[in-house]
Nanobody
Framework: QVQLVESGGGLVQAGGSLGLSCKVS????????MGWFRQAPGKEREFVAA????????LFADSVKGRFTISRDNAKNTVYLQMNNVKPDDTAVYYC?????????????????WGQGTQVTVSS
């Protein structure tokens, strides 16, 4: 069974930076497209970023372009989300997700493996 565990969430001031990690166990992430999604109270879960299996390509939501970076270290079975210049609107539970043997996508329904989420709160 594949398991995804997010870490690194917490409280950060607007304009600051925060790094999230997603550790995958039970299966190698090699060959998996990995993504980050977030959900704020009262809102639908939304796409944040995704990265291809070999890390050569990435996709970002318009709301985070230029501020967030997604990366991966397949040898460590870990995916990262570096959040820079954070805004109060970035406050949400952030989820890591994976899909097997498919190209980049921003559709959450196409990601079959999900973590439990980590809370990110940005204060003004």
């Amino acid at each position: 069974q594949v398991q995804l565990v997010e870490s690194g969430g917490g409280l950060v001031q607007a304009g600051g930076s925060l790094g999230l990690s997603c550790k995958v166990s039970g299966r190698s992430v090699t060959g998996y497209t990995m993504g980050w999604f977030r959900q704020a109270p009262g809102k639908e879960r939304e796409f944040v970023a995704a990265i291809s299996a070999r890390g050569s390509r990435s996709l970002f939501a318009d709301s985070v372009k230029g501020r967030f970076t997604i990366s991966r270290d397949n040898a460590k079975n870990t995916v990262y989300l570096q959040m820079n210049n954070v805004k109060p609107d970035d406050t949400a539970v952030y989820y890591c997700a994976g899909r097997d043997n498919y190209p980049l996508t921003d559709n959450p329904k196409e990601f079959l493996h999900w973590g439990q989420g980590t809370q990110v709160t940005v204060s003004s």
